[in-house]
């Protein structure tokens, strides 16, 4: 059973748009939440995280929202550029004991068009 | 300052031999991970380990055995290796278990003909 879902496997956006990445859970259990970030033949590189006690988190460009009650989050990208083309992976934890696992989506390739 | 380093980063081989990949990391993680990606699937926990000399299974450990002799070194082997092994694996790490941000390798892209 895939306890963190990204629906999307790709997505085109225009050079300068936004760009919106969306994630959702199954696992009530999770309370912190990070996205990555793939270029091909490169590992993973941590891009931004929330915690379960806030809704909102930003850091430049990039913004990520959580919607408790609905399980969601999302990735936005403002203004899209370039070089954001790339995989992007949510991934979870469960907070407490055993908390050493992150669960990851199967990702959203993301192509930003010049 | 390396980093995580995953060694090799290619290898083909054929069903049924056996070989290792090796993870080191000079960033003091205690705990490691070792995943796999396949098209479609995303990332995949195979083994991990909390501290020097300890290990536990994953979310698909079946195929594998891992080794956490040193911590700087987490090993992952395949005994006898399958076409379903064909995959892209990645070394994490981190420091801590109040550490939320894995510190991933580059990968290792496996081939099993």
């Known amino acids: 059973d895939q306890q963190v879902k990204q629906n999307s496997p790709s997505l085109s956006v225009q050079e300068g748009r936004i760009s919106i990445l969306n994630c959702d859970y199954t696992?009530?259990?999770?309370?912190?939440f990070l996205w990555y970030k793939k270029y091909p033949a490169e590992g993973p590189t941590f891009l931004i995280s929330i915690s379960s006690i806030k809704d909102k988190n930003e850091d430049g460009r990039f913004t990520v929202f959580l919607n408790k009650s609905a399980k969601h989050l999302s990735l936005h990208i403002v203004p899209s550029q370039p070089g954001d083309s790339a995989v992007y992976f949510c991934?979870?934890?469960?907070?407490?004991?055993?908390?050493?696992?992150?669960?990851f989506g199967k990702g959203t390739k993301l192509s930003v068009i010049p | 300052n390396a980093g995580v380093t995953q060694t090799p980063k290619f290898r083909v081989l054929k069903t049924g031999q056996s070989m290792t990949l090796l993870c080191a990391q000079d960033?003091?993680?205690?705990?490691m991970y070792w995943y796999r990606q396949d098209p479609g699937m995303g990332l995949r926990l195979i083994h991990y380990?909390?501290?020097?000399?300890?290990?536990a299974k994953g979310e698909v450990p079946d195929g594998y055995n891992v080794s956490r002799l040193k911590k700087q070194n987490f090993l992952l082997g395949l005994e006898s290796a399958a076409p379903s092994q064909t995959s892209v694996y990645f070394c994490?790490?981190?420091?801590?278990?109040?550490?939320?941000?894995?510190?991933f390798g580059a990968g290792s892209r496996l081939t099993v003909l």
């Open positions: 994490a790490g981190k420091v801590d278990s109040g550490a939320n941000v894995l510190t």
């Open positions: 696992n009530s259990m999770f309370d912190y």
């Open positions: 960033m003091n993680h205690e705990y």
């Open positions: 991934a979870a934890r469960p907070g407490g004991s055993g908390s050493y696992q992150l669960t």
């Open positions: 380990s909390v501290g020097e000399g300890t290990t």
